[in-house]
């Protein structure tokens, strides 16, 4: 979503509604997105045990769980 809000070539109301997001949603992570670029091109790799690194393996794991349940519930209603 923040991709396409850089490339400008919709209006933010249209990318709202495509979205389904409040205009100034998008445009709060349209700012951090570029105030925060940067550091893609850092060099060296985040410390394993850093606290965002720690967050990061937490959400995916909660994503997976997420994922199977969904899969199970799909099948169960088929």
């Known amino acids: 979503m923040v991709i396409e809000a850089l490339k400008e070539r919709m209006s933010m109301s249209e990318l709202s509604r495509k979205f389904e ?8 992570w349209k700012k951090e997105f570029l105030e925060n670029a940067d550091g893609v091109f850092e060099k060296g790799k985040p410390d394993k045990g850093s606290d965002s690194e ?3 393996d937490r959400l995916s794991k909660a994503i997976d769980e ?9 099948d169960a209603l088929r």
């Open 21 to 28: 997001l409040q205009p100034h949603q998008i445009i709060q």
């Open 54 to 56: 720690k967050e990061k």
């Open 66 to 74: 997420l994922k199977v349940e969904n899969d199970f519930f799909k």
